[in-house]
């Protein structure tokens, strides 16, 4: 039985691993699309968010870059025609949502990236499927609590 420290030193190597192994222009057709890692990644994101949207802030703060830089990859998405600008009910509040191009995007992405994996499982039997997704659940729960962790841990004052 592995003990909690080699279990933490064995992620810790793995994470990595993973994050570099399953770059993004590698899953998904990005120059066909047109989108650089981080332009997805901010498509995604957003996508995901509740009604599709979200304030520049909030996205400079799940990405863990500065406004600007956050404002920088929205105009480009705007300028695309992925996502639109609207103003809240406070003036002062700019919503990002997608559009129906980002969401057909998206959908296109979806579509090749589903080709891709469909070659790469053809042939795996069905119960290295059935451990390969109870697997990939279990991982991308974990990313979450650590997103989760991340997310608290920065809320706390210094």
């Known amino acids: 039985m592995v003990t909690r420290a080699q279990a933490s030193a064995e992620i810790v190597g793995l994470l990595p691993a993973v994050a570099i192994n399953l770059r993004l ?9 047109d989108l ?7 498509l995604l994101l957003v996508n995901y968010a509740p009604d599709c949207r979200m304030k520049a802030g909030e996205i400079a703060g799940r990405l863990e870059i500065s406004l600007p830089a956050a404002t920088a990859v929205v105009d480009r998405l705007v300028a695309a025609g992925v996502f639109e600008r609207s103003q809240g009910e406070d003036r002062r509040v700019v919503w990002v ?3 129906e191009a ?3 995007l998206l959908a296109r992405l979806r579509a090749g ?6 070659a790469l499982i053809d042939g795996m039997e069905p119960a290295s499927l059935d451990s ?3 697997a ?18 920065s809320e706390l004052p210094p």
């Open 25 to 33: 222009a590698a899953l998904f057709d990005l120059e066909s699309a």
């Open 36 to 42: 650089t890692a981080n332009q997805l990644v901010t």
């Open 97 to 99: 949502s997608v559009t």
């Open 102 to 104: 980002g969401h057909g």
């Open 113 to 118: 990236l589903e080709i891709r994996i469909h």
């Open 132 to 134: 390969l997704i109870e």
């Open 136 to 153: 990939l659940r279990r991982v991308a729960s974990f990313a979450d609590q650590i997103g989760e962790a991340e997310a608290s841990r």
